[in-house]
């Protein structure tokens, strides 16, 4: 992954995220629908699509405000492809947001390079 602002694995992390939430709802939902999507996030949100590592929150906010329960689904199934990318298993017993999910995985492959 390429490196950026003296970073590169947080810059990795952010690239891994954002291609995770780009294949899970273009595949679920199509080209058409992800695209619909980005401009939803940037009009209602204000957010760009590179800038979804720092606010993962608003990503699911705003699957769940378009797509109502079928959004939180669609943004488990961004979680578990992200975690498959970093080749970590995914286990979610328990009822926290995704974004604390996104958040630790964040921690531990930016930690993980340090030590």
Do not use: W
């Amino acid at each position: 992954m390429s490196e950026r602002q003296g970073q590169p694995e947080e810059s990795a992390f952010n690239e891994l995220f954002i291609q995770s939430v780009d294949e899970t709802i273009t595949g679920i939902l199509g080209k058409t629908v992800s695209n619909a999507f980005t401009n939803y996030v940037r009009k209602r949100f204000g957010v760009e699509i590179d800038a979804i590592p720092e606010r993962p929150e608003t990503l699911f906010s705003a699957l769940h405000d378009s797509l109502g329960a079928g959004g939180d689904r669609v943004g488990k199934y961004i979680v578990r492809k992200l975690y498959q990318k970093a080749g970590i298993e995914f286990q979610d017993g328990d009822s926290r947001p995704l974004a604390d999910y996104v958040q630790q995985l964040k921690r531990r492959l930016t930690d993980a390079k340090y030590h």
